[in-house]
């Protein structure tokens, strides 16, 4: 008789914040670390992700479903995550590797939510059509004043290409933005984390590392020895 053994499910953190506060810079800086402890990590963003959540990114970014309002913009970003979770992160998480997306559920609530006006009730419903079981273990919440997100996110564009559908949004809308995550984030203190992005990358790359220690990896070194 063989037995099969299930191996030890992955984690999964999303990085959120604002535009420009640097949760590409450093969830690449955290999968780097993570890979030098061993560990398989998968590196992904939303919306987007697959092929197909690919096409919906594309329509969304440029603004194709603005005319549409609020509510059919929640209602796509959470296709694509539906298709997301269903064929990239379930399966990752469940294979045991580590799963780091670029925002996630917690960006439709501010978004489409806090600044869209989509009611609380709803975007129940559509996180949990699209997610399920599959939700964080841990939210890193990058912090920093909205206008210095949007001058950093202006200066990496350097020029190259068009402002998306919402980074033209006006600087009330990123400021209000930016407390929709603090709230979310003091509302669920037990997955989310703040740090304060308004440091050098490095300062910052450290302070995620040591969030990522205390909550996963200390525990395992505790537990093995
Ligand atoms: P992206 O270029 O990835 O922006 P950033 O570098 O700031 O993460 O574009 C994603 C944009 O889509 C960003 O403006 C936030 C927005 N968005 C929503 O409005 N709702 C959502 O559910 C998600 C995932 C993103």
New binding site residues.
């Given amino acids: 008789m063989t037995f099969l053994m299930t191996p030890e499910r992955g984690r999964f953190i999303t990085f959120e914040g ?3 506060v640097g ?2 810079t450093q969830l690449a800086r955290l999968a780097e670390h993570l890979r030098e402890c061993g560990l398989e990590v998968v590196t992904t ?3 987007g992700g697959t092929p197909k959540a690919e096409k919906l990114r594309d329509f ?2 440029a603004g194709r479903a603005a005319p549409l309002g609020p509510l059919a ?2 209602a796509l ?1 959470s296709a694509a ?1 539906a298709d997301h979770v269903a064929t990239l992160i379930a399966p990752a998480l469940k294979r045991g590797a580590w799963v780091l997306c ?4 917690d ?2 609530s501010a ?2 939510g806090a600044r869209g006006g989509v009611d609380a009730r709803t975007l129940a419903l559509l996180e949990r059509a699209a997610v399920s079981e599959t939700r964080p273990d841990l939210t890193i919440v990058l912090d920093l004043p909205a206008r210095e997100g949007l001058a950093r ?1 202006a200066e990496r564009r350097d020029g190259r290409e068009e402002v ?4 033209s949004e006006d600087p009330s809308f990123h400021e209000e933005l930016r407390q929709a995550f603090l709230d979310i984030a003091e509302n669920e203190p037990e997955r989310c984390c703040v740090i304060d992005a308004a440091r050098s990358v490095n300062d910052v790359a450290s302070a995620v590392r040591a969030v990522v220690h205390d909550r996963f990896l200390a525990h395992a070194a505790q537990a093995a020895q």
């Fill in positions: 604002g535009e420009g949760k590409s963003r939303e919306p969304l970014l913009e929640a970003f995550r670029d925002r996630f559920a960006s439709t978004y489409q996110a998306d559908r919402f980074e």
